[in-house]
């Protein structure tokens, strides 16, 4: 039985010795407190402090025997705050055995979350009974109105918890996840007890709460794996070969950045429509986060291709087009005057340039697209009419810059001339024109000028040890017939290929 405080302490200065009892206590905590933080690395925060105190003036207490005031209060806050330190050691001790935190994590990443709530409302109860004398049954029974509120509140939380432990035992998805919520595009950002929080395209943050999404379709874009297909619906005239079509439309979705070369692209012809047919482009990709970027490259790409072979996106029937003329737009006069300039063709007269002009067409280039693949065969040469190029040689699996291409420039004449496979990758580094000169008018120009051989040879040769220079290497065709790389031996390789 207790005693009570004056009957304990005769000197009246019972309340000093429980001080002083207290205090004791408290310092011995600290140490432990202490011993803990240092030496075993659990991390105590200023809540453990709070509870160090009025565990110790309750224990001292109990252990001499006083009564004070306040003493349910300062044992309720003591039941309350010994959540903190409990915590502290199962985050130290208990969730690293099983990976977390942590990528390889065996256990839900809020389930150290629900339990440090479980532990604080135990804690409390334990504190209400043992200090109050009030029990849950008693709680629960005794004020219908309570547990109808506890009840109440509680039926969403733990929906909730459950529905989040559902999602994450079926691994449905993980943090870093794209999924597609509701039509959206989203990343999985946080999983917490309550709700699962996501990221979109935007940079834009939200939360749905774990029972909804436990209701929602989710499409999961990284389960099995990161990669995943998209698809792109366009509508082309009708009067245009589907063949063709959807070879266009490969090469323009193939060369899109962040598109997939393996699994290849695949071309759908999906209805026909009014005076127009659907097509899908469908394409793999790995990373959702570029999504719309990567939208928006194969669509640019697909607009670019068809204009370069004259092949019309379809309109809606109620659009009237005054727009007249062919989209690749010539401009005869510019085109003769971009031939006439180049020092390569000084020599020819007004009726060649003309003839040379004609039998070139002038095409354009989206930022980004390659207008030369390196490895293709190629039978024309270009000058730029418009734009930048960035000239781009791979080997051994590396990409390095060689030269810049700027208006006026001509390229591509390499493997014109000498019938090898493109020496390297030209980029679009703007938006660009371009004039096309097929090898068969090549051909008929240097029959009648042999001096063209002789100046496009040594611009191939110049540009091999510029490209050599660059890349500080020896050359990457070991015997073939690029070789030779003097002016006499391509000059010999050109009039053989050339049969002049
Ligand atoms: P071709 O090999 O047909 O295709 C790639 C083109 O890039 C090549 O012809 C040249 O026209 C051009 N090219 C390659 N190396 C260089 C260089 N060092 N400087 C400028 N152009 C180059």
New binding site residues.
Partial sequence: MLRDIQSFWPTQTPGLYLILVSFVFYLIGLMVGRWLKRRIHVELGWTSHVFIASASIIVAARLIEVEFPGESAVGMLAAATATFPINALLRRFLWPLCGYPGEQARIPAFLPQVVAIMVFVFATFFGLAAFYHVTITGLLTGSGVIAIIIGLALQDTLGNIFAGFGLQAGRVYRVGDWLIVDGKHVEVVELNWRSTRFRNNDEVSFDIPNSQLAKATIVNLYFPSRRHAARVRLSVDHRVPPNEVKDAMFQAASAAPGVLRDPPVKVFLIDFAESAVQYEIKFWLMDGRVFPDIIDGVRTNVWYELNRRGIRLAFSTQQIELVRGALVTRRPETDLQLLASQPLFSSLDQIQLDRLALGSRRIRFGKGERI?S?GDA?NS?FILAMGKAE?Q?ERDGRVQP??S?AAGD???????LTG?P?????LAALDCEVLEIEQETIGILLREHPELAESLSETVVA??S??ET?LASAPANGDGPGTDATKEGLLRRLRKFFQL
């Fill in positions: 030369i390196q190629g040469m000239v040689v060689v030269a291409l001509c390229f591509g004449e390499m493997s014109l090898e493109r020496s390297a990758t030209v540009r091999r510029a490209t660059q």
